[in-house]
């Protein structure tokens, strides 16, 4: 286990070193630097004054030197700032990570709640009218864009009935009128979620769904029914944990988005969260904040690969992390 540990470990530091590179490199490519901008904005720079203020930020330095430069300031800790805010990087990353922590966790949670109980009753009854009805709403979810999705949830909850607002974020803080505020908080979440759960649900359930039908079929199942094992101990006992491995598979995909968040979703509502952050910084030419945000996105995936293979043992002890079968 600990050797497993410390090889995972080991390749993800060089995955993340090879990720930071090539981030690096198609930022800088891009057409356009920091300094075309602020001649865009300032008519009255003249070609000297650019060439000494690329000198001046290292633009002008091949960008393997530039990478290099970039690498060392950060192991020191200094990341940089953030051009289109005009503030330290972690000052501009921390809030926007936090708000799609609460957006996309909210989303994962609810979604696993729908979805795997779903996937489970489907399977059970494989090709029912429940069954039906969970697959039409399945393939709903999948199939439904996310940007009509929201556009439509607007239209019925915001503007004609006025129940919620269309976007934005409210201002979480406890006081006096504490559940009011924590209400009002939540309001700005509602149309957001609902957004993602639908489309997240649906994908968990057709996994679930596929990946129960499929440890039904077992041998062993068949042994525990058997013996006169009760349909609810057949599945929640001995079918459920091996079903599970799979879809704990697309969990640890879908365990990246917590953290690097929604892009579509959070434009559309306004949402000041990751993936609207890395989206402007992009469009902006915020080489510093885009090279974080996304690097922070790339480790957020990797952690969650190893936390599935530990979830793999958990779920099936038989499984050997280090591949030597002992």
């Known amino acids: 286990m600990l050797r497993h540990a410390t090889g995972r470990l080991f390749q993800s530091i060089i995955v993340l070193a090879v990720m930071s590179f090539v981030i690096y490199a198609l930022i800088g490519l891009m057409p356009g630097d920091p300094i075309d901008l602020m001649i ?15 000198a001046l930020q290292g633009l002008n330095l091949p960008i393997w030197t530039r990478y290099l430069n970039w690498l ?26 936090g708000n799609t ?31 039906y009805a969970v697959n039409l709403f399945a393939f709903a979810g999948i199939s439904i864009p996310a940007f009509w999705l929201g556009l439509l949830l607007i239209i019925v909850f915001s503007v004609i009935l006025g129940w919620l607002p269309a976007g934005g974020t409210g201002a979480l803080s406890f006081g006096a009128s504490g559940a009011s505020a924590f209400w009002e908080k939540a ?6 979620v609902m957004t993602l759960v639908i489309a997240g649900a649906g994908g968990q359930t057709r996994y679930a769904r596929a990946a129960m039908i499929e440890t039904l079929r077992q041998d062993y199942i068949r042994t525990a029914r058997a013996k006169g094992l009760g349909p609810g101990r057949v599945v929640l006992v001995h079918a459920l944990r091996n079903a599970m491995i799979p879809v704990v598979t697309i969990m640890a995909l879908d365990f990246g988005n917590l953290f690097s968040g929604a892009l579509i979703t959070e ?7 990751m993936g609207k952050l890395i989206f402007d910084s992009i469009m902006g030419n915020d080489f510093n904040l885009a ?11 990797i952690g969650g690969n190893i936390l599935a293979d530990l979830a793999y043992l958990w779920l099936d002890p038989r499984i050997s992390l280090a591949g030597n079968g002992k």
């Open 267 to 273: 434009t559309i509502f306004a949402y000041p969260g």
């Open 101 to 131: 922590v609460l957006l996309m966790g909210l989303a994962f949670v609810i979604a696993a709640l729908i979805g795997l109980p779903l996937g489970i009753c489907a399977a059970t009854k494989p090709y029912s009218r429940t069954d």
């Open 187 to 192: 309001r700005y979440l509602v149309l957001p």
């Open 40 to 54: 865009s904005a300032d008519p009255k720079i003249t070609s000297a004054d650019a060439e000494r203020l690329r």
């Open 291 to 301: 090279l974080v945000a996304l690097l922070f996105a790339t480790g957020v995936t």
């Open 72 to 97: 060392t300031a950060a192991l020191s800790g200094d990341l940089g700032y953030s051009r289109l805010f005009a503030r330290p990087v972690p000052d501009v990353l921390w809030p926007a990570l």
